[in-house]
């Protein structure tokens, strides 16, 4: 009942700030830009996008470990039908939501599936931070703008990381038999720190995948950005679409962009139409 509420509010987000940020635009800008891409490059864009939440999917079947009862389609099918999810009221935690709730009904351990999509998330914010860090070295570290996100998106990890270790502490001192699912999946997850890892690796190669095929299409629509330059600002953007103001952060991504890579010699035009044809 609240979310149906909320989603006509997110999706006039959205619609809002695209309509701003495009309304700045010089007349025939954005049509022009858009005009540049072949059917070629959507389709090609299509098939990296596809692969990269196929291993995105992979992912997230690894951390339940070999004794979840979920096969690899079927970790597939509820992964997309997650990134549907993002379209609800809830935008991404909305999609993890449905994904789980998916694999639930597949695998019939509820406390397992839930614990492994949060770490799952964290790995995947963990990634962007990462990648954030590294690009916001690699320049020189000279844009403020930058050094916020990077600054607030840490504070929000490490609070993310000490809320876990009190969850963690808590069940281990608790003797609730309610609670003894989720401390099994928990320590399953904590006995094979490695696991954790290689997720974290394989979530960096995927963001760095799609960054560099936004990369691509923005110099084809006329974005004159160094690839570093979009090493630092792409991952940025991501995370401030975590702000749930819009639709699976449609609208709030495209406007992060277009501010970000201004400094670095991206107009506003081709750097909308890049981020709208992702």
Not at 102 to 122: F, L, Q, Y
Not at 150 to 168: K, R, T
Not at 259 to 267: E, H, I, Q, T, V
């Amino acid at each position: 009942e609240m979310s149906r509420r909320w989603r006509p509010l997110r999706v006039a987000g959205s619609i809002v700030l695209l309509a701003i940020v495009i309304s700045f635009l010089p007349a025939g800008t954005l049509r022009g830009a858009l005009a540049q891409t072949s059917p070629s490059v959507l389709i090609g864009s299509l098939g990296v996008f596809l692969l990269c939440h196929l291993a995105a999917a992979f992912k997230w079947r690894m951390l339940m470990g070999r004794e979840m009862n979920l096969s690899f389609m079927k970790a597939v099918q509820a992964h997309f039908t997650g990134l549907v999810g993002n379209l609800s009221p809830l935008g991404m935690i909305g999609g993890d939501v449905v994904r789980a709730g998916v694999a639930i009904n597949d695998s019939g351990r509820p406390a397992a599936i839930v614990v492994t999509s949060i770490v799952d998330r964290m790995v995947d914010t963990a990634a962007l931070v990462v990648l954030t860090f590294i690009a916001f070295m690699w320049m020189g570290g000279d844009s403020t703008t930058v050094a916020s996100i990077l600054w607030g998106s840490l504070a929000l990890m490490a609070a993310g990381v000490a809320g876990s270790v009190a969850v963690i502490a808590f069940l281990k001192r608790s003797s609730n038999p309610r609670l003894a699912s989720v401390r099994s999946a928990s320590q399953v997850l904590l006995e094979q720190p490695g696991l954790v890892a290689s997720a974290l690796l394989l979530s960096v190669l995927i963001q760095s995948v799609l960054l560099w095929m936004d990369a691509y299409m923005g110099s084809i629509v006329g974005v004159h950005a160094s690839y570093a330059a979009w090493f630092v600002t792409w991952p940025a953007a991501k995370l401030i679409a975590y702000i749930p103001i819009g639709i699976a952060g449609i609208g709030i991504r495209e406007s992060a962009l277009v501010a970000l890579l201004r400094p670095y010699g991206g107009l506003p035009g081709p750097v909308m139409a890049a981020s709208l044809l992702w």
